[in-house]
Each structure stands twice: as structure tokens, then as C-alpha cells.
Antibody, heavy 125, light 108 residues
Framework: QVQLVESGGGVVQPGGSLRLSCAGS????????MHWVRQAPGKGLEWVAL????????FYVDSVKGRFTISRDNSKNTLFLQLSSLRAEDTALYYC??????????????????WGQGTRVTVSS | QSALTQPPSASGSPGQSVTISCTGTSSDVGDYNYVSWYQHHPGKAPKLMIY???KRPSGVPDRFSGSKSGNTASLTVSGLQAEDEADYYCNSGTNNWVFGGGTKLTVL
């Protein structure tokens, strides 16, 4: 059974930093790209970042480029998101999700397949 | 990176069908068959309902179906049930991974 468990959220002052983690189990973690997606209070879902299965390719939404860094440790089945220079508008529930899935015959990589329950980040003075 | 356009709300009575639209551009929805749909109950993890326009993951009822015409994708929920009441989001599945603004589905 696939499980994704986020942690590391909390309250931080503007300009501060935070490191989110996402522990995966029940699937071959190192075979899948991984996403971070967030939902600000009262708003919709927003894609934040994607990292390839080997960690060599990383993509970000424009609003977080230069401030957030996605990384992973496949030896520990863990995904990370380093948040820096935080702003009030970064306040959100942050979810990790797998990039698609692979069956025995094909891989489908253009959707978010399995999701965690989220970890909350609040940026406030 | 403009969001895909969804109606903010939709509704239907139990047993009825409702369709939610998702409009993008020729650079995302129109050019690729990668649109996916997610059901989100507040406070819970989003759930994949449809991927690659019309494919349904195992475990998702066949009451949920997806289609696409031009730059607009659609999610249809047939035989509405109370538990279908949730927020629904589409996503382009292309390089910018843009979501729609979300549609709140109410079962009357």
C-alpha cells in the first residue's frame, strides 16, 4: 500500500526558512519522479516543484524559483522541499505526490498519482 | 503560467449527471492528451479520478468519465451520489503542470 507522509511544517516569520520532508513507502520510491503541490487558504491547488526519479532534473513554478529547492534521498525514500526567503503568500498546505505510475507494460507520467495528507506552513510575524 | 479555466461551481440532484469543463489553450489542453482530474474533500488528500483525458484508475467508479474537444476537457459524473460532493480540479499534465481554479460540486 502506497503511503506518503509529509512533515516539517510550522509557523515561520517572513524571510525565514523551513525544510519539508515526505517519506514514501509501499512503492519503488527511486523509480518515480516526485512533486510538491500546495493549497493556500481558500484557494485552489498550485503545482510547486518536480524532481526526476534520479534527482538530476528539477522544475519549479516561477513564483518560487530561487527561493525553494526540491531534493530527494533515494536511500531513505524521502523527498524534501527547502523553503527560504518565505513570504506571506507561501502560507499553504503542502502536499507531496508521485509523478504518475508504471504498470507492467507502460508508464504514465503526466499526472499526480498518489498524494500525502499534507503539512501546513504558515508565514506570519 | 495561466491557470486553466473551470466554472467555480456545479450542482445536481442525486442520480443526475453533471459535467465540469476545463478550458486551456492550444499550447496545453489542446495540444496534448495529458489532462487529469482530481477530487478533493477539504482536509483530505486529493484523489486522482481521471488521467490522460479519459483513463480511469482502478477503484474509481465508472460513473466518472473524461473527454476532450479542442482546448476544453470535461469531467462527467453520472448517477450523482452524496459522496461526490467535493472540489474538483483539472491539470494540464504539460511542462508547467497548471491546475484549473477548481469547481465546487454540490449534490442537492
Amino acid at each position: 500500500q502506497v503511503q506518503l507522509v509529509e512533515s516539517g511544517g510550522g509557523v515561520v516569520q517572513p524571510g525565514g526558512s523551513l525544510r519539508l520532508s515526505c517519506a514514501g513507502s509501499g512503492f519503488p520510491f527511486s523509480a518515480y519522479g516526485m512533486h510538491w503541490v500546495r493549497q493556500a487558504p481558500g484557494k485552489g491547488l498550485e503545482w510547486v516543484a518536480l524532481i526526476s526519479n534520479d534527482g538530476n532534473n528539477k522544475f519549479y513554478v516561477d513564483s518560487v524559483k530561487g527561493r525553494f529547492t526540491i531534493s530527494r534521498d533515494n536511500s531513505k525514500n524521502t523527498l524534501f522541499l527547502q523553503l527560504s526567503s518565505l513570504r506571506a503568500e507561501d502560507t499553504a498546505l503542502y502536499y507531496c505526490a508521485t509523478q504518475g505510475f508504471c504498470s507492467s507494460v507502460a508508464c504514465y507520467a503526466h499526472h499526480f498519482d498518489q498524494w500525502g495528507q499534507g503539512t501546513r506552513v504558515t508565514v506570519s510575524s | 503560467q495561466s491557470a486553466l479555466t473551470q466554472p467555480p461551481s456545479a450542482s445536481g440532484s442525486p442520480g443526475q449527471s453533471v459535467t465540469i469543463s476545463c478550458t486551456g489553450t492550444s499550447s496545453d489542453v489542446g495540444d496534448y492528451n495529458y489532462v487529469s482530474w482530481y477530487q478533493h474533500h477539504p482536509g483530505k488528500a486529493p484523489k486522482l479520478m481521471i488521467y490522460e483525458v479519459s483513463k480511469r484508475p482502478s477503484g474509481v467508479p465508472d460513473r466518472f468519465s473524461g473527454s476532450k474537444s479542442g482546448n476544453t476537457a470535461s469531467l462527467t459524473v453520472s448517477g450523482l451520489q452524496a459522496e461526490d460532493e467535493a472540489d474538483y480540479y483539472c491539470n494540464s499534465g504539460t511542462n508547467n503542470w497548471v491546475f484549473g481554479g477548481g469547481t465546487k460540486l454540490t449534490v442537492l
